[in-house]
């Protein structure tokens, strides 16, 4: 195969840096992202923000600061369980409108010096530099400096454009790229060649390989193997013996450093949602006016995104939460495909009188899929939402 030079791009603490640039004056303390959203109120203000022993709820980390992380603070992490760890961190709100206009920012300023991107969420891209650093004759001899000087240029655009640090590992593939931006946070410039596999990757841990998630991490270490290295070690058909031949078979692949992906430019996306967890569970008939509003704020945000994408939604999906975490979800197909707030809220409002609402509420959501692109005609808005307001 030919050679390649496959960038990773990660920002650093992204929802948190973003925040930094709205709250200069809190940088260099423990700080972490989430619980409830960002309100009107919290503009300009950060007297309100509470420490993490101050808080009540069971909100859990969107991001930390590396200050938060230093104390053992990580994404994911539920808040009270965090306040035991850093109980002076700040908790500021999440502001997913802002997060996504930085998303837009970062990854047009990217494209400006390489155009060949692949998008894998707000914070992360795939960059394929091949054709900048590999002559026409296809001479490497001296790729490994263009592409760090390319990665370099790439750090300083995204500095330039929107005030934040990203880090890049560059490496033959995709796989590998991934592992090697976050070697050298923040602010790092990793890049490492298939000589470099066995002293750099093979030490680490093998939950580092995107794609093996914590039931497979535990499995493999009662196999013992904790390290990438000792699973490259390991007999490929004893990993297929224990996870089957497609993800067995991979693993040996992945540990070795092997990915030929390539980076995509463009995919249809199959579905759009939007969903909130309530920081309290919610009655469905005392907090039925808070629900109600909630409601029909998911489905005008999701209208919103569909425009915003260029998308139009023919199936309309509600997904709820309840208080004991069994998860029921609906469908509710249109005669036509919409990106009008008031049609969505009606079907989901549909979709709504097909589950129980016999217990509290912790989860709230709504889909739009059999997505096409603008020229579908949108089904005709109800006269007002009020209409679809049968439940809440």
């Not at 054709?131 to 263009?146: C, F, H, K, M, Y």
């Not at 490929?236 to 070795?256: I, K, T």
């Not at 009655?283 to 808070?290: G, I, Q």
């Not at 139009?312 to 998860?327: E, P, Q, S, V």
């Amino acid at each position: 195969m030919a050679a390649r030079f496959i960038a990773h791009l990660d920002m650093d603490a992204f929802y948190a840096s973003v925040e930094l640039l709205r709250y200069p004056h809190l940088r260099g303390r423990p700080l972490v992202i989430g619980g409830r959203r960002r309100s009107a109120n919290d503009a300009g203000r950060d007297d309100a923000f509470p420490t993490l022993s101050e808080y009540a709820g069971r909100g859990v980390i969107t991001t930390a600061t590396y200050e938060a992380r230093a104390y053992g603070v990580h994404s994911g992490m539920g808040m009270m369980k965090a306040a035991l760890l850093a109980p002076d961190a700040l908790v500021l709100p999440a502001d997913f409108d802002e997060y996504r206009r930085y998303s837009r920012m970062f990854k047009d300023a990217v494209r400006a010096v390489a155009p060949v991107i692949e998008d894998r969420g707000i914070d992360e891209i795939y960059i394929d530099l091949s054709e900048l650093v590999i002559t026409p004759q296809g001479d490497n001899s001296d790729a490994w400096r263009r592409a760090r000087a390319v990665a370099a240029r790439i750090q300083s655009a995204v500095r330039e454009h929107t005030g934040l640090s990203c880090s890049i590992g560059i490496t033959p593939n995709k796989l590998l790229s991934k592992i090697a931006s976050d070697l050298e946070k923040p602010a790092g410039l990793t890049l490492l060649g298939e000589d470099d596999i066995e002293a750099r990757i093979w030490p680490l841990a093998v939950r580092k390989i995107n794609g093996i998630g914590p039931k497979a991490g535990a499995r493999l270490e009662k196999m013992g193997i904790r390290t990438i290295g000792e699973l490259a070690r390991e007999i490929p058909a004893s990993l297929v013996a224990q996870f089957g031949q497609s993800y067995g078979a991979w693993m040996h692949e992945a540990a070795h450093g092997r990915d030929e992906r390539p980076v995509v430019t463009h995919s249809e996306p199959k579905s759009i949602s939007r969903e909130t967890t309530f920081e309290h569970d919610l009655h469905p008939v005392r907090d039925r006016a808070r629900l109600a509003e909630i409601f029909t704020g998911l489905c005008m945000r999701l209208a919103d995104d569909l425009r915003r994408k260029g998308y139009a939604g023919k199936t309309i999906g509600l997904k709820l939460r309840y208080d004991n975490f069994r998860t029921v979800t609906r469908d509710s197909t249109l005669d036509a495909p919409t990106c009008d707030g008031s049609v969505l809220r009606r079907a989901a409002g549909e979709c709504l009188k097909r589950v129980p609402l016999d217990r509290r509420i912790r989860l709230l959501g709504v889909r739009a899929g059999g997505l096409v692109k603008p020229g579908a005609e949108a089904a005709e808005a109800p006269s007002s939402v009020a209409e679809t307001r049968a439940l809440f």
